[in-house]
């Protein structure tokens, strides 16, 4: 018998069907749909799912049941619900700035469905970067310094950006307080810079958000990807550390940002850090976030600074369900219904995951490189998770996570891919 699900991707699923797609966000975000929908897929369930019209053609690649296709001239909402409606289980991946992704999942909490992805409450905690920050504080977790920076006639307080830099004496960083990932975060290691970033502030923010500032800690950005339960036989709260995974955030001087291109997993000592991390959290309290979500952190000389709490699902599951030895999507329902029991993850391989931008100089469109190129390029190459699609200009980019025993083998792998692109 069939379980019925339904499975929503922002990004991806009409929620910029009215403007256009960032490509970015889009080739993360579609990458984690098309592979979780293969993880439930395996447990025989029925998939429902929504696509954004302008890229139909990637529906030949996505092993759903169900595609309801999303134009400009839809709401995408009105869909969004009657699938809700439709289906027993959902499980939303979704961009938590503008209270998306809360907003998504109390639609699912009103119709009394089994919500898989994380609840309200911890949506609420994690989409405020300025809230994590007080949280670890609380919970005894080096962070870095962070403020919330005051408002001056409507924008950004830029004095009060100034004076913190100056007693910093070091890099800072100003990304909003709802963020996701490398969103909008800006890098300053000058005073001029900021006056040159806070002269064309309407430029380059967004005046209706509110942004943080940030001690900025040069070292190795990385992450954890965690499953938290409550466990029924023991009556207390459990977790899991599925994998620790390095981030490959690089920094443009040029225009002061941070991009986020992906990483790979595991990290090198990763019993080690484990151990660590585990020691650290003996007193913490995760019952906010049942299910799979994701802390962002950075090693420096040995020590751990907590940077966010990712109150979803996040990029890295692309490359950690290649290497662990069980299906993430299989020890998230064992959780749900108090059978996990004592499931051991073990590390088999390795991945690289990331996004590569590409230059295209022929003259096929999307839709006919999918009927001529793209099925013969996936069988060649199964590690490539979103072929090269142009959404917006000439440029290309797609993303893939790579399946092997070690890391040099799959840079091998990734540098196969690249010269044959």
């Known amino acids: 018998m069939f379980r019925e699900i339904f499975i929503f991707e ?5 929620g910029f069907n ?7 966000l889009f080739s993360e975000g579609f990458s984690m749909l098309r592979t979780i929908i293969d993880d439930f897929k ?7 799912t929504m696509l954004d019209i302008r890229i139909d053609f990637l529906s030949k690649i996505l092993n759903a049941d169900s595609i309801e296709f999303i134009n400009s001239k839809l709401d995408f ?11 027993e289980f959902c499980f939303i991946i979704a961009p938590e700035f503008s ?33 994590t920050y007080r949280y670890f504080i609380n919970n005894k977790l080096r962070t870095p310094k962070t403020y919330m920076i005051p408002s001056k006639n409507r924008f950004p307080d830029k004095d009060f950006v100034i004076k913190k830099f100056i007693e910093f004496n070091k890099p800072i960083i100003i990304k909003p307080d709802d963020g996701v990932g490398a969103d909008s975060i800006f890098y300053f290691y000058k005073k001029e810079h900021i006056d040159k970033i806070f002269n064309n502030f309407s430029e380059n923010f967004d005046i209706n958000r509110k942004f943080i500032l940030q001690d900025y800690i040069d070292g190795k950005h990385m992450s954890l990807s965690l499953l938290n339960y ?31 291109y992906g990483g790979h997993t595991p990290v090198k000592n990763y019993k080690n850090l484990s151990t660590k991390i585990l020691n650290m959290f003996k007193t913490i309290n995760f019952s906010k976030f049942h299910g799979l979500f ?18 979803r699902l996040t990029t890295s599951y692309i490359a950690f369900r290649n290497v662990i030895n069980k299906n993430p999507i299989e020890l998230l329902l064992k959780s749900k219904l108090n059978n996990l029991g004592k499931d051991r993850i073990k590390i088999r391989r390795n991945s690289v995951f990331t996004r590569l931008e590409l230059l295209y100089r022929g003259n096929l469109t999307n839709k006919r490189m999918i009927e001529e190129i793209y099925h013969d390029l996936l069988k060649l190459f199964p590690e490539i998770i979103v072929p090269p699609i142009s959404l917006n200009n000439n440029s290309f980019s797609c993303f893939l996570s790579t399946k092997e025993k070690t ?15």
Do not use: H, M, W
């Open 10 to 14: 922002y990004v991806s699923g009409g």
């Open 18 to 24: 009215q403007t256009n797609i960032p490509s970015s």
């Open 42 to 48: 395996k447990l025989n369930f029925k998939i429902n």
């Open 77 to 87: 909402l009105d869909f969004f619900k009657d699938l809700v409606e439709k289906c």
């Open 99 to 131: 209270n998306i992704l809360k907003k998504l999942t109390e639609i699912v909490k009103l119709k009394k469905k089994k919500l898989l992805s994380i609840d309200v409450e911890g949506i609420e905690l994690g989409a405020s970067k300025y809230n």
């Open 230 to 260: 409550y466990s029924r036989d023991l009556k207390k709260e459990k977790y899991k550390i599925l994998s620790i995974n390095s981030q490959n955030i690089k920094i443009s001087n040029k225009e002061n940002t941070l991009e986020y």
């Open 294 to 311: 994701g802390i962002d952190f950075i090693l420096k000389n040995n020590k751990i600074f907590f940077i966010e709490i990712n109150p």
């Open 407 to 421: 890391l040099e083998k799959s840079i091998e792998k990734l540098n196969e891919i690249k010269l044959f692109l």
